[in-house]
């Protein structure tokens, strides 16, 4: 059974810094992965999606990277903002199930 | 721009109450989600619709039923609420292999 883990648990960084977070998945057999972002109270919002024959895709600010063998991606934040402050969560679609996810980093970048 | 609609952001019962909680999408999407969300616990998959009065079990499934009538609604019922189903229901849809996009949650209590 598919296993999504996100470390650390919560990040806090002054604003300006570069940044990366974590996360990893137990079976290498995915369709895609998801990196996803939720505010306070509110519902997920989509951030970036890597297909499995691909190695990043980028969104402004924002780099995810998937390694399928070793069953890693990670969510590049540069030049943090005080707006980016949230909880990201990392999903795996693996075909023909529903996407397992992570539980979340939750990030604070303080001004 | 997907519009994924829950008809409620806060909402009180009673224990023992018949409790539905809807959803509507705009873009014609085959699959909805229903999760609920609680702290340190992360998202977890109630129940799930691939088509029109389809729906398969997800995690936690004891407790709730659902309904798909027609493709853009689907209703998360509590038969008889319990103070151990107070927590955050988010719905979500999407496309096959496309990002699944998030409602706003309804935050329920069940006294």
């Known amino acids: 059974k598919q296993e999504v883990t996100q470390i650390p648990a919560a990040l806090s960084v002054p604003e300006g810094e570069n940044l990366v977070l974590n996360c990893s998945f137990t079976d290498s057999a995915i369709y895609n992965l998801q990196w996803f972002r939720q505010d306070p109270g509110k519902g997920l919002t989509s951030l970036l999606l890597i297909q499995s024959s691909q190695r990043e895709q980028t969104s402004g600010r924002l780099n995810a990277s998937l390694d399928k063998s070793s069953g890693r991606s990670t969510l590049y934040i540069a030049a943090s903002q005080p707006g980016d402050s949230a909880t990201y969560l990392c999903?795996?679609?693996?075909?023909?199930?529903?996407?397992?996810f992570g539980k979340g980093t939750r990030l604070s970048v303080i001004a | 721009d997907v519009k994924v609609t829950q008809s409620s952001r806060y909402l009180v019962k009673r224990t023992g109450e018949k409790v539905f909680l809807e959803c509507v999408q705009d873009?014609?999407?085959?699959?909805m989600f229903w999760y609920r969300q609680d702290p340190g616990l992360g998202l977890r998959l109630i129940y799930f619709s691939y088509d029109v009065k389809m729906k398969e079990k997800g995690d936690i499934p004891e407790g709730y039923s659902v309904s798909r009538e027609k493709k853009e609604r689907f209703s998360l019922i509590l038969e008889s609420a319990s103070t151990n189903q107070t927590s955050m229901y988010l719905c979500a849809s999407s496309l096959v292999g496309q990002p699944q996009h998030f409602g706003d949650g309804t935050r329920l209590s069940i006294l």
């Open positions: 999903a795996v679609d693996s075909g023909n199930t529903p996407l397992v």
């Open positions: 873009m014609d999407h085959e699959n």
